[in-house]
């Protein structure tokens, strides 16, 4: 449930996820709302380059009738990996409860796909591992579409 401190704001982009220009709005805290500052507070199920906790400038828009999103100031170190379900087999809620326990929250958008969170606390390595194994099992398919400093590696090729 939303509090007094948490504001929605409306990102307008071109998703390569859907493949046209589309739109999203998400939650986010009141930094400093003269100076247009906001922290996310969820995870994006399609802005691209965003994740929780980054910090946004936005201001009131005439035309769109709330606050929309300019740039990004500064970055949480948290990603964003967005997941689709390919096995029919496997649960949403089974997904998750293995990105929990890897200390990875997410959300589901339907039956099939999820927004998932690295926390920029959180070893990325077994976390790639297991998205890797699952891509090639056909399980799943996925995209980094928001990988921070914090998680990225050098010829980030890993054995099976």
Not at 34 to 50: A, H, M, S, T
Not at 68 to 93: P, R
Not at 131 to 136: A, C, V, Y
Request: proline content about 4%.
């Amino acid at each position: 449930m939303p509090n007094d401190n948490l504001v929605k704001i409306l990102f307008n982009f071109y998703s390569d996820i859907l493949e046209e220009q589309t739109n999203e709005t998400m939650w986010a805290e009141v930094i400093d709302g003269e100076k247009g500052l906001y922290k996310i507070d969820n995870i994006p199920f399609y802005v691209p380059r965003l994740a929780s906790g980054d910090i946004v400038l936005a201001e009131y828009d005439e035309a769109q009738s709330m606050l929309t999103y300019l740039e990004t100031i500064e970055y949480s170190g948290n990603s964003t990996i967005h997941i689709i379900i390919m096995d029919e087999e496997l649960e949403m809620e089974r997904l998750i409860n293995l990105f929990e326990e890897m200390d990875c929250p997410s959300e589901g958008f339907n039956e099939r796909y999820l927004a998932l969170e690295i926390p920029a606390n959180v070893d990325y390595i077994p976390v790639k591992r297991m998205l890797d194994q699952m891509e090639k099992d056909e399980v799943i398919g996925y995209a980094e579409t928001c990988l921070s400093v914090n998680h990225q590696y050098k010829d980030f090729h890993l054995p099976l």
